[in-house]
């Protein structure tokens, strides 16, 4: 059993329109995969030529070491849900739950025993005869994972099934589906440009920009480790700071090749003084914005080397007014001139 291959995968919509070019992807099998990026990425694409949904150019797509080629969507074991839940508004929960199961001539005693498994573990048993006016909008969420769940899929496809709902629900569901995992064991397949919800989701990210994978890994490791500046600047609330070297005082010195360098706001420690002690880097600005946030507050400042935002869990408040930001050298990153990771190294004083 091997999850999901993508093998030299093309998707164009016309000869001028490439989607997704020469695209290598292995999904691991019984992960929670998030497919992460902006909108145009290609993500949903992808999602949809394993379903069956869309037909790549070329390549070749595996599901469990089984080609693709030629395989109705219907019968490669996947169930898909979507970001506009997709119910019946005559039928009730169950009838809409079990309307897929009909389909396939699953008898009635199997029918009833999986929806009332599946309405048990999505939390919906006493809807089950409310139609889907009459439901949130994370309850008929829940009636589309039950519909997915009855079907026992090798895969789970997601396509931003979150988007509709408020952050409130959001952060209910993402438990929920965090524990509909580690509960039914089989590969999910998640889309979405949430960083917030592929961080806390995935158990692997695969990080794309114009069809092209940037980085895929654990959220740790994409997180502590970036390979490109696409990537840092993408991960991280507020994303990581980056300074170009012609923004640097004169006499600064960064690794041979290094273009820019980079540190996370939540590394960055704002004083009174420079304190331009050897290998750390420090940055004189004006406070200009800060948002306190409860747990934590977010600042930033205008300097001369461009503006720079710290994250503070102290509780401490920093006021208005002139400020150093220091950060050790071993919190600083170095990227080359085409924006990819080069070997970290001490930091020397802006």
Request: with cysteine; charged share 25%; hydrophobic share 40%.
């Amino acid at each position: 059993m091997t999850g999901i291959e993508l093998h030299g995968v093309e998707k164009s919509y016309g000869k001028n329109q490439p989607v997704i070019e020469n695209l290598d992807l292995q999904i691991g099998e019984g992960g929670f995969t998030i497919l992460l990026g902006p909108s145009g990425c290609g993500k949903s694409t992808i999602l949809r030529m394993i379903a069956g949904l869309e037909k790549e150019t070329a390549g070749k797509i595996f599901i469990n070491g089984e080609d693709m080629e030629g395989v109705s969507p219907g019968a490669r074991e996947i169930a898909m849900v979507f970001q506009n839940y997709a119910l019946y508004p005559t039928m009730t929960v169950k009838e809409n739950i079990e309307f897929g199961l009909k389909n396939i001539h699953v008898p009635k005693p199997e029918r009833e025993a999986r929806i009332g498994e599946a309405v048990k573990m999505v939390g919906l048993a006493e809807y089950i005869n409310r139609k889907p006016q009459h439901l949130s909008g994370g309850q008929r969420q829940r009636v589309a994972l039950a519909r997915a769940i009855v079907k026992k899929p090798r895969v789970f496809l997601m396509d931003e099934p979150l988007s509709n709902l408020d952050a409130k629900l959001r952060a209910q569901i993402r438990t929920d589906l965090i524990e509909l995992h580690r509960n039914l064991g089989v590969t999910f397949v998640y889309v979405t440009h949430d960083q917030v919800e592929a961080m806390s989701m995935g158990t692997d990210i695969v990080l794309l920009e114009n069809g092209k994978v940037r980085q895929q890994g654990t959220p740790g490791s994409i997180y502590s480790a970036p390979r490109n500046l696409f990537t840092a600047q993408f991960i991280g609330s507020p994303p990581m700071n980056i300074i170009r070297a012609e923004n640097l005082a004169p006499g600064v010195r960064l690794p041979n090749g290094a273009a820019s360098l980079g540190f996370r706001p939540e590394n960055a420690v704002v004083s009174s003084d420079g304190n331009a002690d050897e290998g750390r880097a420090s940055f004189r600005g004006e406070l200009v914005a800060r948002e306190i946030l409860g747990d934590h507050a977010i600042y930033k400042f205008k300097t001369a080397h461009g503006n720079i935002h710290t994250k503070s869990m102290s509780g401490r408040v920093v006021e208005y007014g002139e400020w150093f930001v220091g950060v050790e050298g071993k919190h600083l990153y170095f990227f080359d001139e085409h924006g990819d990771a080069i070997t970290q190294s001490g930091g020397k004083n802006a």
